[in-house]
Every structure is written in C-alpha cells, then in structure tokens.
C-alpha cells in the first residue's frame, strides 16, 4: 500500500525557507503525480503544486515565484521548498498522491504543522 | 482561480439522509472530488469524478452533479460521520477546493 510521511522542522522564521520532506513507500515516485496541498488555521486548503512522474512541475499561481517542488528518485522522496514565509504561511502541509493530472488525492501522509513565528 | 461554495455546517439524526453542496464558480466539467476530514487526521477521498465511489468507502456515500453543481449525498447518517466535508476540483488550475461543511450529529 502506498504510505507518504511528511517531515521537517515544525518552528519557521519570517522571511526564511520552509522546507519539508515527503517519504513514501510502496510505490515509486517515477509513477503518477506527487503534490502538495496545506490547510490554514480556520480550514481553507489550499493546493500548492505537484511533481510528475518525469520530474516536471506545476505550481499554485499565487506561490510561484516562492514555490520549489523536487525529488530524490533513490530515496523515493519529495520536497517542498517555500520561500520568504510570513505568518500567513503557518499551516498543517500534507504531501498527497495522484493516479494522474487532474486526478484525485487518493493517498495523503499524516500532515505536518509548520508555524512561522519569530 | 475557481471559487467552489459549500454550505459551512449542518446537523442530521443518524439514520438520516444528508446533502452537502457544492457551487463553482465556472464549470469543471465532471472533475470533483469530495474528501472526508476528522479532527487530527488527514483528507479521505470519498467519491471521485462527481459520481464515482473511492475504493472501500462505504456505499452508503454517493455523489452527483455535473458543470458547476455538485452534491455528496450520506444515506444513512452514522455517528462516525461526524467530521468535515471538502469538495476539490481539478479542472482548472489552480486546483482548488471548498471551505468545507462540518457535519455534527444530533
């Protein structure tokens, strides 16, 4: 079964990078789409971006020029890397996966929660 | 981006039917998705593609709707659907997804 876990440092400063981990085992991350998506404080999600199978990327709009997602296919890992953060950025992460473009989140990991708060 | 609009909260009896409803704000054709949250853990899929049933979600759940009208219908209510409900398109980019609709039990 396929299992994704988050990881990286809970506490960010503002204005530095917040960068995360996403594991996953069970299923090899050349496959399908691996994305991001964080929910705010009050409940809005909100989709940040994905990887694909190839390594190519898609990224909100709304975090582009902040937003890097890459992998390490040896490790079957993914990363998020935002820069810049504020406070508006403190939320729960969770890294997810999809059977293809446009397809749903079938499997999540747990979530991480990251405050940004000097 | 695609606003998607959920009614913020409802309260049903077990054994009730419930309807949660979700509006875009421009078509996405058949791509929405509706997941299930309970506190402290993370987003289930429930039903994909308007209409069909995620694998091993009870068929108690069903979903409808097409174009920008949604609906994620639980028929019987059971206590242990207390939890938030959030619609998701994939359609248009951005992905987006609904505020979510808290379902509580009375």
């Known amino acids: 079964e396929v299992q994704l876990q988050e990881s990286g440092p809970g506490l960010v400063k503002p204005s530095q990078s917040l960068s995360l981990t996403c594991s996953v085992t069970?299923?090899?991350?050349?496959?399908?789409?691996w994305g991001w998506i964080r929910k705010f404080p009050g409940n809005k999600m909100e989709w940040m971006g994905y990887?694909?199978?190839?390594?190519?990327?898609s990224y909100n709009p709304s975090l582009k020029s902040r937003i890097s997602i890459t992998r390490d296919t040896s490790k079957n890992q993914f990363f998020l890397q935002l820069n810049s953060v504020t406070t508006e950025d403190t939320a729960t992460y969770y890294c997810?996966?999809?059977?293809?473009?446009?397809?749903?989140?079938?499997?999540w990991g747990q979530g991480v929660m990251v405050t940004v708060s000097s | 981006d695609t606003v998607l609009t959920q009614s913020p909260a409802l309260a049903v009896s077990p054994g009730e039917r419930v309807s949660i409803s979700c509006r875009a704000s421009?078509?996405?054709?058949?791509?929405m998705h509706w997941y299930q949250q309970k506190p402290g853990q993370q987003p289930k899929l429930l039903i994909y593609?308007?209409?069909n049933l995620a694998s091993g979600v009870p068929a108690r759940f069903s979903g409808s709707g097409s174009g920008t009208d949604f609906t994620l219908t639980i028929d019987p209510v059971e206590a242990d659907d207390t939890a938030t409900y959030f619609c998701?398109?994939?359609?248009?980019?951005?992905?987006?997804f609904g505020a979510g609709t808290k379902l509580e039990l009375k």
């Open positions: 997810a996966r999809s059977e293809l473009r446009r397809a749903p989140f079938d499997y």
């Open positions: 069970g299923y090899s991350i050349t496959s399908n789409y």
């Open positions: 990887i694909s199978y190839s390594g190519s990327t």
């Open positions: 421009e078509g996405v054709n058949s791509y």
């Open positions: 593609k308007a209409s």
């Open positions: 998701q398109q994939s359609w248009n980019d951005p992905y987006t």
